[in-house]
């Protein structure tokens, strides 16, 4: 008896869409409903006001999106292996605190001042880590302690001032509220963007072609990666009607690059979703579960550190406030709202960039209309709800798919 192998499908267009429609009804959305939410978003606020969708609003927008952006995507990974982090407000805010301390204070090299911030962050997740794994503190009281704590260390550092001014005229300030792209930098970025696409999906397809696997066709991959050239490049195009695109923002989404990759393409990302879909499972698969766990609380205080110094040089200043107020609603909510499961196991590093934008949009919408921010925080509230809704009906959805 002679085994063949599996038929190698070569997938266009058609077959994309037919995946995309298979994958909606087995409950799987992906980003539909947030890109779908963030349509509706902004059609109502710009009929609301036509100036919201102006380049200037979305610059802004943008630049704002950053701090609390990087924080979600640290936020995002802890969520994978079906833990929470309460702290990321509290860590940012220290951060912010300590840099402001080490940098005017003590007149440490900005570098350096940036440099120990980040350690402290990188620390504070490594204590979690431990905290879980040796003694089995569930993570919810673990960061809930650290919230308390290390904002009472924010006010400590900070001492009787308060609030300590950053130079305006630092590289950390520019960097944050001054340094855009040249018009010619930010398209070559856009090809490069879209050129790495289709060059990362044609080498994955071929690999799969080599196993016997179906794999998506060239005419696919050429689709989509014009598809994103058109959309990039129209969107760049737009904000360099006025000042452009920030460096702020451009590392954001370099890192959302970056951890989307890892989690897709490398033996640490699938044993976070593996850690995330099943633990018991992953560990009688010879992953390191303790050693995930590990890396996740690191890379979520790290991020939430890295966060809080972008917000501090975006206002140029820390103080007691500074990682208080919605900072930590508005990290959960947008690693929720952009798909990331509470359950653990689905989400993509794309889901804090979508969620951070849906939220930031809906707050500069109620700014432009004069509203007060109890409306912002109900309509966030009411948000976060309906995306919790559609993650559980998914899931059941899935479930019941499964078993059919």
């Known amino acids: 008896m002679t085994l063949q192998a599996a038929p190698v499908r070569d997938s266009g267009l058609r077959g994309a869409l037919t995946g995309t429609l298979d994958r909606a009804k087995g409950g799987d959305l992906g980003v539909m409903p947030v890109v779908i939410g963030l349509i509706v978003i902004w059609t109502v606020f710009q009929v609301l006001n036509p100036v919201f969708l102006s380049s200037r609003n979305l610059v802004d927008l943008t630049m704002d999106s950053a701090p609390v952006g990087i924080i979600a995507l640290g936020v995002v990974c802890v969520l994978l292996v079906g833990q929470i982090d309460l702290s990321v407000g509290s860590v940012s805010g220290l951060s912010a605190a300590v840099l402001a301390v080490l940098f005017v204070g003590q007149e440490m090299p900005v570098w350096l001042a940036i440099g120990a911030s980040v350690l402290l962050g990188m620390a504070i997740g490594y204590a979690y880590a431990q905290l879980y794994n040796r003694f089995g503190v569930p993570s919810f009281v673990i960061t809930l302690a650290g919230l308390l704590a290390f904002q009472g260390l924010q006010l400590y550092v900070l001492g009787d001032k308060g609030a300590i001014n950053l130079p305006f005229d630092s590289g950390l300030v520019n960097f944050a ?109 010879a992953i390191n579960v303790k050693a995930t766990f590990t890396s996740v609380f690191i890379l979520c205080s790290t991020f939430a550190a890295v966060g809080g110094i972008l917000a501090a040089a975006r206002l140029a200043a820390a103080n007691q406030s500074s990682g208080g107020g919605d900072v930590n609603l508005n990290a959960i909510a947008a690693a929720v709202i952009g798909g990331t499961s509470l359950f653990g196991g689905r989400g993509t590093a794309f889901g804090a960039l979508l969620g951070i934008v849906v939220i930031q949009s809906i707050s500069s919408g109620l700014t432009l209309l004069n509203l007060d921010s109890s409306i912002r925080f109900m309509v966030t509230g009411a948000v976060l709800l309906l995306a919790v809704i559609v993650d559980s009906v998914a899931r059941k959805s899935r479930t019941s798919h499964g078993r059919a």
């Open 177 to 285: 509220q001054l340094d855009f792209l040249p018009p010619w930098l930010s398209y070559a970025l856009v090809l490069v963007t879209a050129g790495g696409l289709f060059a990362t999906g044609f080498l994955h397809a071929r690999a799969r072609r080599d196993a016997g696997l179906p794999a998506r066709g060239v005419s696919g991959l050429a689709l989509r990666s014009l598809a994103l050239l058109v959309v990039l490049g129209g969107v760049v195009w737009y904000l360099n009607q006025t000042r452009g695109v920030g460096w702020m923002f451009v590392l954001f989404v370099a890192m959302v690059l970056v951890m989307h990759y890892l989690l897709s393409r490398t033996k640490w990302g699938k044993s976070v979703y593996a850690v995330g879909g099943n633990v018991e499972a992953a560990r009688r698969a």
